[in-house]
């Protein structure tokens, strides 16, 4: 679908009739518990993962540093995405499972508010900066990591109720 000025605006939430961009207004919304997982992969070389699980990189222990900044990443969210809304998040936490025989470790990051909006957001925000904090950790042994498959996993609460991917 090709954008033209005036066309297809009624179809996204954040643009007015005149295709003016804009917060969506969240004030009349009941205040609910909110919780979205989010997930993705990197793939990486063999050497990667053995200096990963070997605790063999330098700039310290990959899964504890990523850990922190996905937590860091969920709370930045609307510094870095326009229109989100700044959130009070009660929960946030990162998790990993190694596939050492694919050479992929994937993230999980689960977000969680009472509010009046979701967590979608923070969690996909989560979970990418937690991956590339594993790339930024790991590219003096290969720059050929493959940052794949981020998506939102699950969501509960709010007026548009629950989704599983």
Known sequence: MVYREGEYMSEFTHFDDNGNAYMVDVSGKDVT???????GKIKVSPE???AVLGRKIKKGDVF?????????GTKRTSDLIPMCHPLSLTNAKVSFEIDEEENEI??????????KTGV??????????????????????????????????????GKSGDFRY
Do not use: N, P, S
Not at 133 to 143: H, L, N, Q, R
């Open 64 to 72: 504890t540093v990523a850990q922190v900044a996905g937590i860091m």
């Open 106 to 115: 994937t993230a999980f990051c689960t977000a969680v508010t009472e509010g």
């Open 33 to 39: 518990k909110r919780t979205a997982v989010a997930t």
């Open 120 to 157: 979608e957001m923070e969690a996909l925000t989560g979970v990418t900066v937690t991956l590339l904090t594993i790339y930024d950790m790991c590219k003096a042994i290969d720059k050929r990591m493959l940052i794949k498959d981020v998506h939102l996993v699950e969501k509960a609460g």
């Open 48 to 50: 990667v993962m053995a």
